[in-house]
């Protein structure tokens, strides 16, 4: 769940997400460099005075601003790539989730296990004593840790958004359309989201809360549900 005055993303708990936050922390290396080798070139360049002759006209340097750029893109395009790819892997999942969004609550349905779907609304603060505020729920959707999992979203009504910071994981919610997420939960734990898009009057009040377990408490949760 997120803490006040952080900077930094959510703990991980997938393997995209953990690509997700190598690829910013690289890219951040890469700018940082970048920022400081301009500005320490504009105070060479404002101190020294060089002649138009060694900046524009010197055919090596023409060489080194055209290419080392060209080095610079492929080093962000590359790992980009990778975790495009990781991301959309379509491997064979073990559980599917069809996540619907309405104004302004989730339903969820198990399409594994044809007897288990529910709604999911906010609990409200006056009436938890848990510290999550806004984003406690009624109904969490508990998945099983250690598997790979897919999650088809939709919308009822409008465009919402299922999304999940520490899992990596982001989808519109659009109606008449089904999206895909595919995600591997590599521990056991409780994930906080919200709805990203905004949705209408009550936008700010559509918590999600993913509860990760071991397979076999899975199972027993999903036999009692059935």
Not at 52 to 68: A, P
Request: charged share 15%; hydrophobic share 45%.
């Amino acid at each position: 769940m997120p803490t006040w005055a952080s900077l930094n993303f959510q703990d991980s708990a997938s393997p995209g997400m953990e690509q997700l936050v190598f690829f910013h922390d690289f890219t951040m290396i890469v700018i940082t460099l970048i920022t400081v080798m301009v500005g320490s070139s504009m105070i060479f360049i404002c101190g020294y005075k060089l002649t138009n002759r060694v900046l524009l006209q010197e055919q090596s340097v023409e060489i080194i601003w055209t290419v080392f750029p060209v080095f610079i893109l492929l080093s962000i395009a590359l790992p980009s790539l990778k975790a495009l790819y990781l991301l959309d892997d379509p491997f064979s999942p073990s559980l599917t989730i069809k996540a619907v969004g309405h104004q302004w609550y989730w339903s969820y349905e198990y399409s594994d296990f044809p007897g288990i779907e529910f709604d999911s609304y906010m609990v409200l603060e006056e009436s938890t004593n848990y510290s999550a505020r806004l984003l406690e729920t009624d109904n969490s959707l508990v998945l099983p840790s250690l598997s790979q999992i897919r999650v088809i979203v939709t919308g009822g009504d409008v465009i919402h958004s299922w999304t999940v910071p520490s899992l990596g994981v982001k989808a519109d919610a659009v109606p008449g359309r089904l999206n895909q997420i595919m995600m591997y939960i590599n521990r056991s734990g409780i994930f906080y989201g919200q709805c990203s898009e905004i949705c209408g009057a009550n936008h700010s009040f559509m918590p999600i809360k993913v509860e990760a377990v071991p397979m076999p408490y899975f199972i027993n949760w999903a036999m009692k549900m059935n």
